[in-house]
C-alpha cells in the first residue's frame, strides 16, 4: 500500500511530525514539528500504521482475480490522511488485497522487487492446502470443513467468500470445504488468543505441558511423541 501511494506521490506524513494550528475560525494550517533524533525506524513505524488504517478502510478482496483492464474505470474511495491531506485510491483497493491470493501482482506495483517472483511464494488458498495436506490422511476432512480466519479488518467477510471457493476449486471432489470468520470484528481479532485461553483452562492440557529441562534434553522428538 505505500509503494502504491508514492507512485502515485502521495507522501504519508507520521502524526508526530505536525500539528495543526487554527489561523481562523474552523481553518486550520499544517505546522512541521522537528525532531532531529527520531530514527528511520520509528517514523516508517508510524507510516506504516497509516497506510494499515488505509488498507483496512478502503480495500477490498474481489470476488474474481484482480484483472487491470476490468478494474481501470472502477470508482475511486477517498480517505483522509492525519494531516487533512485527501487521497483518491482506485483500483489499488482490490489489487493490493488480491496479493494474498495472486503474490506476483504485487510486481506491477512500483517500487516492489523481488516478492512476488519467488517460486516458494504461495496464494493463501495454496497455503491452507499445503498445510491441511501435511496433517495425518484422517483428519483432512475435518480440518478443509473448518477454516477459521481472524482479523479485524472489515474485508475479512470478502475474503473468507473468496477463499472458501478457491481451496474448494483444489480440493478433492468430495471434499466439503467450509471458511468461517466471526461477525464481531473484535472477537476475530484476539480470537487466537481466545483459543488459547480456552485450551490453557482444560484440565487435559496440562497432561501436554513439557518444560525447558525436558525440552533442552530430549529436543523437537520428544514433543512430537507428546504432543502428537
Known sequence: MMKSLESKGV???????FKKKEVSPGDY???????????????????????SDIKETVCRVPDTPFDEVAYANVPTTSYELPDGQTIEV???????????FNPFLSQTIPGIDGFGDSTSIRGLPRMVLESVNRCDVDIRKELL??????????????????LEKEVL???PQNARVK????????????S???????LASLGSFQQMWF??????????????RKCP
Open 90 to 100: 482506485g483500483a489499488a483497493r482490490f489489487k493490493i488485497p488480491d496479493i494474498l
Open 179 to 190: 471458511v468461517l470468520a466471526s461477525g464481531n470484528s473484535t472477537e476475530r481479532r484476539f
Open 169 to 171: 476449486e483444489e480440493s
Open 145 to 162: 470443513s473448518s477454516i477459521l480466519l481472524s482479523g479485524g479488518s472489515s474485508s475479512i467477510l470478502q475474503l473468507k467468500d473468496r
Open 11 to 17: 507522501v504519508i506524513r507520521p502524526r508526530y511530525s
Open 192 to 198: 487466537v488468543w481466545i483459543g488459547g485461553s480456552i
Open 211 to 224: 518444560s525447558k529441562a525436558e525440552y533442552e534434553e530430549h529436543g523437537v522428538s520428544y514433543i512430537q
Open 29 to 51: 494550517k499544517v505546522v512541521d514539528l522537528d525532531f532531529p533524533n527520531t530514527t528511520d525506524s520509528y517514523r516508517l513505524y508510524h507510516m506504516r500504521a497509516i497506510a
